[in-house]
């Protein structure tokens, strides 16, 4: 199986949410690294069939990733 991951600096995810839903959705990818977040603990994102993830060692602001629902992701001993 071929995973389709890509690597985004968002600069603010809140500002780029459109962009990044359309992108991810358009290119079927399946993985996407998303640093520069600036997300706080009431930040909210959401894509359809897709799942937010924070790794347990970063702050919220530095970097998520969005996997599709159909993944098993793990980070870190942490099963998604």
Do not use: C
């Not at 991951?5 to 949410?17: D, K, Q, T």
């Not at 690294?33 to 359809?48: A, G």
Request: hydrophobic share 40%; aromatic share 10%.
């Amino acid at each position: 199986m071929q995973l389709k991951i890509v690597l985004w600096n968002a600069n603010g995810l809140a500002e780029h949410r459109e962009e990044v839903k359309n992108y991810m959705q358009n290119q079927q990818v399946d993985i996407m690294l998303i640093s520069e977040t600036h997300f706080t603990t009431i930040s909210y994102f959401k894509i359809p069939n897709y799942v937010l993830n924070t790794p347990m060692a970063l702050h919220m602001e530095e970097l998520q990733y969005l996997s599709k629902r159909a993944l098993n992701t793990t980070y870190r001993g942490t099963t998604t």
